[in-house]
Nanobody, 130 residues
Framework: QVLLVESGGGLVQAGGSLRISCAASGRAFSDYAMGWFRQAPLKAREFVAGINWQGDSTYNVDIVKGRFIISRDDAKNTMYLQMNNLQPEDTAVYYC???????????????????????WGQGTQVTVSS
C-alpha cells in the first residue's frame, strides 16, 4: 500500500519561503510521476505542480510559475516543493499525490490527469501572513 507523508508546513510572512516534503513508501517511487495539490478554506482542491517519473520534466499552474519549484530525490523516496515569495493567497493545506498503480513509467500521460491520481497524503498546513 502506498503511503504519502507530507511535512514542513508552517507559518511564514508574505514574501518568505518554505519547503515542504513528501515521503513516499509502498512501491517503487522512482517509477511514478508525482504531484502537489492545495486546498484553501471553502475552496476546491487545486493542482499546483507535477513532476514526471524521470525527474526531468515539471509542470506548474500559472499562479505559482516563477515562485514554486517541484523536485524529487529518488534515493530518498521524497518529493519537494520549494515555495518562494509566498503570498497570503497561497495559504492552504498542501497535499502530496501519486498516480494509481497502473501509471508507472510511460504508461500514463504527463502532465498526469487529475483523475489518474490514486493516492493522497494527509496534508500539511501552510499559512502566509500579510
Amino acid at each position: 500500500q502506498v503511503l504519502l507523508v507530507e511535512s514542513g508546513g508552517g507559518l511564514v510572512q508574505a514574501g518568505g519561503s518554505l519547503r515542504i516534503s513528501c515521503a513516499a513508501s509502498g512501491r517503487a517511487f522512482s517509477d511514478y510521476a508525482m504531484g502537489w495539490f492545495r486546498q484553501a478554506p471553502l475552496k476546491a482542491r487545486e493542482f499546483v505542480a507535477g513532476i514526471n517519473w524521470q525527474g526531468d520534466s515539471t509542470y506548474n499552474v500559472d499562479i505559482v510559475k516563477g515562485r514554486f519549484i517541484i523536485s524529487r530525490d529518488d534515493a530518498k523516496n521524497t518529493m519537494y516543493l520549494q515555495m518562494n515569495n509566498l503570498q497570503p493567497e497561497d495559504t492552504a493545506v498542501y497535499y502530496c499525490a501519486a498516480p494509481r498503480d497502473d501509471c508507472s513509467t510511460y504508461r500514463c500521460p504527463f502532465p498526469t490527469p487529475r483523475n489518474f491520481y490514486g493516492y493522497w497524503g494527509q496534508g500539511t498546513q501552510v499559512t502566509v501572513s500579510s
